[in-house]
């Protein structure tokens, strides 16, 4: 797909089966989009989200960058293309319809569209090198995929504006603060941790993690009355589908699931580094 620019690893070892990689691979010019890319990207997700065999998906770019952006050079074939207005051209709308969670694994800049991909995604796990910026107002460019909506609904609209209207960088840690990123890790730690959680959302019970995903997702556009209402409207239609079978095998993934916790919690404490010196406390 776009002469591997759009790159798709399952992962085949036991711990972290079901989980899919995707990598957005034009690193030379910071994983910007080109219009195929943008096609190819959307095809992709079109085509996972029918797959049950897909649990986790994580989308990372290659090299030092996320994903830069449009590219500008090519401006003219996405803006005035349907790659914003036709949804099955669209990333985002591909990922938006997709039933399994998303982790954004941002290892470098994600910027404007590839900030946009990135708000996309159902949960962030950045790099200490990631960098975030909106410079729609930079370059004279309207959103299209959300960023306008979205941003000020998750990090308060004044700080949005603050951001968006300036065009200015922020760091993973900065984003962390305002909770658009869960955590931060070391660039060289940060795709074994992104597969490592993958992995613990793929182990547990998939029916309840694509309901949660809907329900939560669902209601972010509601006011909160209706909302609850909602949730619990989905909790019974949820249960009314479950016949005995269906609770028995509950029942045993239950236990399956305590087994191994309790299994997780016998395993011998890693023994203390007695080098090193102690903190000094003040």
């Known amino acids: 797909m776009s002469g591997g620019r759009i790159q798709v690893e399952r992962r085949t070892d036991a711990q972290s089966q079901g989980v899919v990689v995707i990598t957005i691979n034009r690193p030379e010019a910071l994983n910007s989009l080109t219009r195929e890319m943008i096609v190819d990207l959307a095809r992709v997700f079109a085509e996972l989200s029918e797959d049950p065999s897909v649990r986790v998906v994580c989308l990372t770019g290659a ?39 998303i982790i954004g694994v941002i290892n ?45 609904r998750m990090i308060a609209a004044n700080r949005a504006r603050d951001f968006s209207f300036s065009g200015k960088f922020i760091t ?21 941790v992104a597969i490592a959680f993958a992995s613990t959302i793929a182990k547990n019970h998939q029916k309840m993690v694509k309901h949660y995903k809907r329900v939560l997702n669902d209601g972010l556009g509601m006011p909160l009355k209706e909302a609850l209402q909602m949730e619990q409207n989905r909790a019974q239609e949820y249960y009314a589908t479950m016949g005995p079978d269906a609770f028995e095998k509950m029942k045993k993934f239950i236990a399956s699931r305590s087994a191994a916790a309790e299994k997780e919690t016998k395993k011998p404490s890693p023994a203390k580094d007695s080098s090193r010196p102690p903190r000094s406390r003040m």
């Open 108 to 152: 470098g800049a994600a910027v404007t569209a590839g900030l946009e991909l990135a708000l996309a995604c159902d949960i962030l796990i950045a790099s200490t090198k990631a960098r975030f910026a909106d410079t729609h107002c930079v370059f004279g460019i309207a959103p299209g995929w959300g960023l306008s909506q979205k941003l000020p």
């Open 63 to 101: 090299g030092r960058a996320f994903c830069a952006g449009v590219d500008l050079t090519a401006a003219s074939s996405v803006f005035q293309g349907n790659a914003f207005d036709n949804e099955h051209e669209s990333p985002v709308a591909q990922m938006a319809k997709c039933s399994f969670p």
């Open 172 to 192: 993973g840690e900065t984003a962390e603060k305002w909770g658009l990123v869960s955590q931060v890790v070391e660039p060289e730690r940060l795709m074994a």
